[in-house]
């Protein structure tokens, strides 16, 4: 029996200080980057620090489609923090002023509504917009290594462009009948809904008020999660009902077993550490799936009579 190491994750602070030094040290090998998006990017073209008025980017690099065998630029945007919205304004205003085709945001923490944006830009433009997520680990007492995840990018289209592409849309289709079926042998209220090519589905909450609290699932290309959401209703109303989950985040907690993402007024969800997603493999999202459906049956316990005692919103 080998005597094998344990994998911990070091503070990427003390690996690189400032979002400058990780930019530098991803300058210099950008080969972690480029066998992971569907490009090919030119290393002899990365510039650093690249400025145009006020704006200054992280990384800007040329790139060459597979496909059209076009090049174009890409703009490469670095946090050392969570996704949250300067960054992502910041990736966008950089998109148009250098007239990129698309982008990489690296961030230490992903949540869901900034993988779900990045996701809809895949689906909704020809930009193509990858969103990764960045942690040091080591082994024992070894060097720190990067470890990049790929947390959300786009597929590989065929020529007619993605706009309705059926081999996207079959996969999304697949991945649902296999979270449908699992789902609901436990939980009837899934029963009702068909696989779709819908990023997220899920029943509402018997008995909530308002019928405003649903469960769903929720996947991207490479990220899978579970959660509650508040399904429609005024900003108002919206906040009213996140904030009554809030106090009862405790208790939800405790019976569910584990800490919950509360960064979305809209959204309380779980990620999946098993980061798959509809794009993979069909053998990776059954080993994902099943871990979502254990993690729905604990949620589904921990709210089904919680969520229900909630006093409706008053207009």
Request: aromatic content about 10%; overall charge negative.
């Amino acid at each position: 029996m080998p005597d094998l190491g344990k994998i911990e994750k070091c503070d990427l602070r003390e690996v690189w200080p400032l979002e400058l030094d990780f930019s530098r040290w991803l300058a210099n090998h950008i080969q972690a980057l480029d066998e992971q998006v569907r490009w090919n990017i030119d290393p002899t073209s990365i510039r650093q620090e690249v400025t145009k008025g006020k704006l200054r980017v992280d990384l800007l690099v040329d790139v060459v489609d597979p496909e059209t065998n076009k090049s174009s630029e890409v703009v490469i945007e670095n946090q050392l923090d969570a996704t949250n919205d300067g960054h992502l304004a910041g990736v966008m205003t950089y998109l148009s002023a250098f007239k990129a085709s698309g982008f990489v945001w690296i961030a230490s923490d992903v949540t869901q509504e900034y993988a779900e944006t990045v996701q809809w830009l895949n689906d909704k433009s020809e930009i193509d917009a990858y969103l990764f997520r960045l942690e040091a680990i080591r082994i024992g007492n070894s060097r720190p290594a990067p470890l990049l995840t790929r947390i959300v990018g786009p597929l590989k289209f065929p020529s007619g462009g993605r706009s309705g592409d059926p081999v996207r849309s079959q996969k999304i289709r697949d991945w649902w009948e296999r979270v449908l079926n699992k789902i609901g042998k436990t939980h009837v209220e899934w029963n009702s809904l068909r696989p779709s090519a819908q990023s997220y589905n899920g029943p509402t909450i018997p008995k909530a008020p308002g019928e405003a609290i649903a469960w769903y699932v929720n996947a991207t290309d490479h990220y899978s999660s579970i959660g509650l959401w508040i399904k429609s209703g005024p900003p108002e109303e919206v906040a009213y009902y996140h904030s009554q989950l809030n106090y009862m985040r405790k208790e939800i907690e405790s019976v569910f077993g584990d800490d919950l993402l509360w960064t979305s007024k809209r959204f309380v969800y779980w990620a999946n550490p098993r980061q798959i997603g509809y794009a993979d493999s069909p053998s990776e999202q059954e080993e994902a799936i099943e871990v979502l459906v254990e993690a729905m049956d604990r949620l589904v316990t921990a709210t089904k009579d919680i969520v229900p005692t909630i006093t409706p919103f008053q207009r």
